[in-house]
C-alpha cells in the first residue's frame, strides 16, 4: 500500500529539548515536504527536498531543520523547541512536478511546554 | 504571494441539505485547484483536482468549480451526510513545488 508514515503520531515535550519527527515514504518519491497547521493559519510548508541531498527553506522554516540522506526519508529535527512550534506537522511526498499527486502523513501533534 | 481565502470557517447543517464550500484565491496564475478532506487523527485525503483548462469536476455527490477569472472555487456537496462531517482544504500550487492551502471549512453534518 502506497503511504507516508510519520512517527511519533502524538508528543509532549519541554522547551529546548532536542527532537525528530521522522517521516518514510513508500513511493519512491523524489519530492518530500514538511507543512505544519494552526487554526486560523492553514498550512505552511516548512522545508522541501527535491531529492537526496537537496533541500530548500519552505516559508516558515525558522527553528527547523531537515536532512534527506535517503529517498524514502525526511526527518523534521527540532535543535531547541519552543512553545510557538506547538502544532501539528504534515509530512508529504509526490513525484518530481506534480503537486496535484501528493500523499500526506497522518500527522504528529507535537506540544511543547 | 498567492493568498486562499476560505469561506464561512465553519458551518453546521442537517443531514440531507445541499451545501456550497467557497475558496478564493489572489492569484490567478494556477494550473490547479485541489480540494482536500481532513479528518481528525487522520492525514489529507484528496477529492478532486481541477485543472486550469476544466470548469468543473464531480465525484459521487462531489462537484467542484473553478473560475480563475475571478479567482474562485466552489465545492458543492450534494444530499450531506453525517459522514461528510470533515475539514475541507482548498490548495494550489505555488512556488518551491510546494501546495498552498486555504484555512479550511469545518463542516458538521447533524442527524
Known amino acids: 500500500e502506497a503511504q507516508v508514515t510519520q512517527n511519533p503520531r502524538y508528543l509532549i515535550t519541554v522547551t529546548g529539548k532536542k527532537l525528530t519527527v521522522t517521516c518514510s515514504q513508500n513511493?519512491?518519491?523524489?519530492?518530500m515536504s514538511w507543512y505544519r497547521q494552526d487554526p486560523g493559519l492553514g498550512l505552511r510548508q516548512i522545508y522541501y527536498?527535491?531529492?537526496?541531498?537537496?533541500?530548500d527553506k519552505g516559508d516558515v522554516p525558522e527553528g527547523y531543520k531537515v536532512s534527506r540522506k535517503e529517498k524514502r526519508n525526511f526527518p523534521l529535527i527540532l535543535e531547541s523547541p519552543s512553545p510557538n512550534q506547538t502544532s501539528l506537522y504534515f509530512c508529504a511526498s509526490h513525484p518530481s512536478g506534480r503537486t496535484d499527486t501528493q500523499y500526506f502523513g497522518p500527522g504528529t501533534r507535537l506540544t511543547v511546554l | 504571494k498567492q493568498e486562499v481565502t476560505q469561506i464561512p470557517a465553519a458551518l453546521s447543517v442537517p443531514e440531507g441539505e445541499n451545501l456550497v464550500l467557497n475558496c478564493s484565491f489572489t492569484?490567478?496564475?494556477?494550473?490547479?485547484l485541489q480540494w482536500f478532506r481532513q479528518d481528525p487523527g487522520k492525514g489529507l485525503t484528496s477529492l478532486l483536482l481541477i485543472q486550469s483548462s476544466q470548469r468543473e469536476q464531480t465525484s459521487g455527490r462531489l462537484n467542484a468549480s473553478l473560475d480563475k477569472s475571478s479567482g474562485r472555487s466552489t465545492l458543492y456537496i450534494a444530499a450531506s451526510q453525517p459522514g461528510d462531517s470533515a475539514t475541507y482544504l482548498c490548495a494550489v500550487p505555488g512556488g518551491g513545488n510546494k501546495l498552498t492551502f486555504g484555512t479550511g471549512t469545518q463542516l458538521k453534518v447533524e442527524l
Open positions: 492569484d490567478s496564475a494556477i494550473y490547479n
Open positions: 527536498s527535491m531529492n537526496v541531498e537537496v533541500t
Open positions: 513511493m519512491n518519491h523524489e519530492y
